[in-house]
C-alpha cells in the first residue's frame, strides 16, 4: 500500500480546486491590534488583520491580559487533568456561574472549543431522549453537523431560515414525539441572523427543544452581551444556548446554558467533555474577565462602536461597487464567486498591500460563492479602512473580478490569470 501517495493525492485534489492554503506566519503583537508582523518570503513586515474573529479585540484588552496573567500566576499552568478527576479549578466554577447569569439560565458547562461544545452537546441531549428527531438548518456550522452525526439520531434538514418549511417538518411527526431544533443566532458565512422568536414559536407549538449557537453573538449583542435572544428579548424561550469563548470574548473554550437537568445530564454522559482535559486556568481568567467586562458599560461602549465601524465598512465598499453580500450583522462578505481567484485576491492583498484576509472557499460555503470574510473591530480606524478600500480596487482592478453596477453584477470575461502575470 502506497500510504503516502493516497495522502499525497487528497492534497493535491485540494490544489486542482484552487483551495489550498498555506498559512500566513504572523506575530501579533499586544497593544497594536489589528496589526501585526507578518513573515514573508522578502522578511517580515508589518500587516493589518481583517478577518479575525476576535471581533471586539479583548484578546488585546489589558484587563483580559490581566485576568488570564493572575490566574496562571495563582493556579499555575495548567487545569491538571479531566474535569472528572482533577480539572475543576475554582475559575470554572465562577465561570460557569457568570456565563448561567449572562443567559439566565440555570446552570452552563464549560468546555474545551465551541466546537467540542456542539459536538459533544448535540449528541449527547439526542442520544438520551428516546427516538428523537433532529431537525437542522441548511446553512448550520460544521460542528453542529458532527454532533448531529454522533448521535446517531433520525435527522432532517430544513431550508435556511424557512419556517413554512420547518412547520412542515414539525407537523408530520407525532405530537409526544421528542424533536430537536438546531440553529444559529448569527450565520458566520452570510452574517444574517436567525428567526429566534418564531423558530421557539413552533418549538413550543410542536414540543420541540430549542437549541441556539450563539457564538457570533454573544459578547457583542444584547444589552450585556447575551448575543441575539438577549438582543431580541428571547432568552426565556429557548432551551439550550451554546456560546464561545474564543471570538468576541477573545480567549479558547466553548460551552452550553441551559436548564440545571440538561447541563447536569450533558456533563454525566458526554465522552467529549468526560475524557478530555480541562481549560488552562489563564483562558479560564482571561474569558470570566472579559465576560464581566463586556456586561457592563464599557461592554456597551465597545459594541456600539462595533457596530459603526462595521456599517462605515460597509458604506465604504458599497460605494465603490464591491460586491458586498447583504448582511445585517457585523459580518461583511464580499463574493468573488471562484476559489481560484478568491485566492488569489487573498495573495495579492497580502503581498502588494500588506492586507490579511483569508479566503473562504469550499466545505465552509458552497462552491461558487467563493468569497472574502471582512471582521471589522472597534480598532479599525478610518487609516486602516481608507488602506482596505484603496487595496481592495486595486486587486479587483487587476483581477478584473466582479463589481456592482446599476443594481447587479458584472462577471469579469477574462481567463484566470495567476499571481506572476498579475504582478
Given at each position: 500500500?502506497?500510504?503516502?501517495?493516497?495522502?499525497?493525492?487528497?492534497?493535491?485534489?485540494?490544489?486542482?480546486?484552487?483551495?489550498?492554503?498555506?498559512?500566513?506566519?504572523?506575530?501579533?503583537?499586544?497593544?497594536r491590534h489589528p496589526q501585526a508582523c507578518w513573515r514573508g518570503l522578502s522578511g517580515m513586515r508589518?500587516?493589518?488583520?481583517?478577518?479575525?474573529?476576535?471581533?471586539?479585540?479583548?484578546g488585546h484588552h489589558e484587563t483580559v491580559l490581566e485576568g488570564a496573567v493572575s490566574a496562571i500566576r495563582r493556579y499555575g499552568a495548567g487545569a491538571g487533568g479531566t474535569r472528572n478527576i482533577s480539572g475543576t479549578t475554582h475559575l470554572h466554577v465562577l465561570l460557569e456561574a457568570e456565563l448561567a447569569g449572562l443567559h439566565d439560565k440555570q446552570a452552563s458547562l464549560l468546555m474545551t472549543s465551541g466546537y467540542v461544545a456542539n459536538e459533544a452537546s448535540i449528541s449527547t441531549i439526542a442520544r438520551l431522549l428516546p427516538d428523537c428527531l433532529i431537525l437542522s438548518d441548511q446553512l448550520n456550522h460544521a460542528s453542529i453537523i458532527a454532533g448531529i452525526k454522533a448521535s446517531g439520531c433520525e435527522k432532517q434538514i430544513f431550508r435556511h431560515n424557512d419556517l413554512v418549511h420547518l412547520e412542515a417538518l414539525l407537523a408530520a411527526q407525532p405530537q409526544n414525539r421528542p424533536k430537536l431544533i438546531v440553529f444559529e443566532g448569527i450565520y458566520s458565512m452570510d452574517g444574517d441572523f436567525g428567526p429566534i422568536a418564531a423558530v421557539c414559536a413552533l418549538a413550543k407549538h410542536y414540543g420541540a427543544l430549542t437549541y441556539l449557537d450563539e457564538v457570533h453573538a454573544v459578547?457583542?449583542?444584547?444589552?450585556?452581551?447575551?448575543?441575539?435572544?438577549?438582543?431580541?428579548?428571547m432568552v426565556g424561550a429557548v432551551d439550550v444556548i451554546q456560546g464561545t469563548l474564543g471570538k468576541a470574548i477573545g480567549c479558547i473554550g466553548g460551552y452550553i446554558a441551559g436548564p440545571a437537568a440538561l447541563i447536569d445530564a450533558v456533563r454525566s454522559h458526554a465522552p467529549g467533555f468526560i475524557f478530555t482535559t480541562a481549560l488552562p486556568p489563564a483562558m479560564v481568567g482571561g474569558a470570566l474577565a472579559a465576560v464581566r467586562l463586556l456586561k457592563g458599560p464599557e461592554g456597551v461602549a465597545i459594541r456600539a462602536i462595533h457596530q459603526e465601524r462595521a456599517s462605515a465598512l460597509k458604506r465604504r465598499l458599497e460605494?465603490?461597487?464591491?460586491?458586498?453580500?447583504?448582511?445585517?450583522?457585523?459580518?461583511?462578505?464580499?463574493?468573488?464567486?471562484?476559489?481560484?481567484?478568491?485566492?488569489?485576491?487573498?495573495?495579492?492583498?497580502?503581498?502588494?498591500?500588506?492586507?490579511?484576509?483569508?479566503?473562504?472557499?469550499?466545505?465552509t460555503v458552497a462552491k461558487g460563492t467563493e468569497r472574502l470574510r471582512l471582521t471589522p473591530s472597534p480598532l479599525h480606524n478610518d487609516v486602516l479602512m481608507d488602506r482596505l478600500v484603496h487595496?481592495?480596487?486595486?486587486?479587483?482592478?487587476?483581477?478584473?473580478?466582479?463589481?456592482?453596477?446599476?443594481g447587479g453584477l458584472i462577471y469579469s470575461a477574462r481567463p484566470e490569470r495567476t499571481a506572476t502575470q498579475v504582478a
Open positions: 500500500m502506497n500510504y503516502a501517495g493516497h495522502f499525497e493525492a487528497a492534497v493535491q485534489r485540494v490544489r486542482a480546486e484552487g483551495r489550498y492554503r498555506v498559512f500566513a506566519d504572523l506575530a501579533r503583537q499586544v497593544g508589518d500587516v493589518v488583520i481583517w478577518c479575525s474573529n476576535d471581533y471586539l479585540g479583548m459578547g457583542m449583542y444584547g444589552a450585556r452581551g447575551g448575543g441575539i435572544a438577549e438582543r431580541d428579548g460605494a465603490i461597487g464591491m460586491p458586498v453580500m447583504p448582511s445585517p450583522s457585523h459580518i461583511v462578505p464580499i463574493l468573488v464567486g471562484n476559489a481560484t481567484r478568491c485566492k488569489l485576491a487573498s495573495d495579492l492583498l497580502l503581498e502588494r498591500h500588506g492586507i490579511y484576509v483569508q479566503p473562504i472557499n469550499y466545505p487595496a481592495l480596487e486595486d486587486v479587483w482592478d487587476q483581477l478584473d473580478l466582479m463589481r456592482h453596477h446599476r
